[in-house]
């Protein structure tokens, strides 16, 4: 963390992983301990993002490329990360974003099977060099996480209706991620309760930022 700057925390995960869930109940836990707190979702969070978010999702766009999929998810990046969360960690706030580039690293990388190199290239790109403090990642199995997806209500959306196949490599993905970056990118278990996931993050969260919230840096 650079000195009088915010954090920068993101959340992880497969579909249907309970990754928004997680972040949500982070946000209200940060907010109760009187830190100023900016809630942020990738693809999404203003106007524009928004509406290209819409088109990632929409089940209609089944002839999208993987390679216009990738672009549109780093141009809707790219404005969040602009508009929002620049100015907000120079605010020294808190933000805590559902998704970041990581997604794009699973999703469309190890996903989608594009190219490795080009997609950290887009990513850089699209992230505008910005790189989480701390990054956790709920890790479910595929076989649960399908089951969850098809009981929602409305169903899965374009990315959701991938397949199995395509859901594993996701997740071999983000194994791969916290392998590589093993203090940045935490592996949080998903197979527990709600409350037990919840405790986790909060302890990992408070024994990794400990002295500059007790000098409130923040």
């Known amino acids: 963390m650079s000195e009088n700057k915010g954090l920068l925390i993101t959340f992880e995960g497969c579909d249907g992983s309970g990754k928004s869930t997680q972040a949500s109940l982070f946000i209200g836990r940060l907010q109760q301990a009187g830190f100023p707190v900016t809630p942020l979702r ?15 999702l929409d089940n ?20 969040m990360v602009t508009q929002q969360i620049v100015p907000a960690l120079g605010e020294n706030r808190i933000v805590v974003c559902d998704r970041f580039y990581d997604s794009t690293t699973a ?11 080009l997609v950290s290239a887009a990513n850089r790109i699209g992230s505008c060099g910005l790189v989480p403090d701390l990054t956790f990642i709920i890790d479910v199995e595929p076989q ?6 098809m009981r929602r209500q409305g169903g899965p959306d374009r990315i959701e ?14 194994l791969a991620i916290a392998a590589e970056e093993p ?4 592996i949080i278990p998903g197979d527990r309760s709600i409350a037990e996931i919840q405790s986790h993050i909060w302890q990992l969260f408070v024994t990794r930022f400990q002295r500059f919230l007790q000098h409130g840096a923040l």
């Open 183 to 186: 203090l940045r990118a935490l």
């Open 60 to 79: 209609k766009h089944g002839e999208m490329s993987a390679w216009t999929e990738l672009l549109l998810y780093e141009a809707a990046r790219a404005q």
């Open 42 to 56: 990738d693809p999404g969070a203003n106007a524009i993002s928004e509406r290209i978010r819409d088109i990632l």
């Open 107 to 117: 999703y469309q990388g190890h996903g989608r099977l594009l190219d490795l190199h």
């Open 144 to 149: 649960l996480i399908r089951k969850r997806v």
């Open 161 to 174: 209706s991938a397949g199995l196949e395509f859901q594993e490599r996701v997740r071999r993905g983000y």
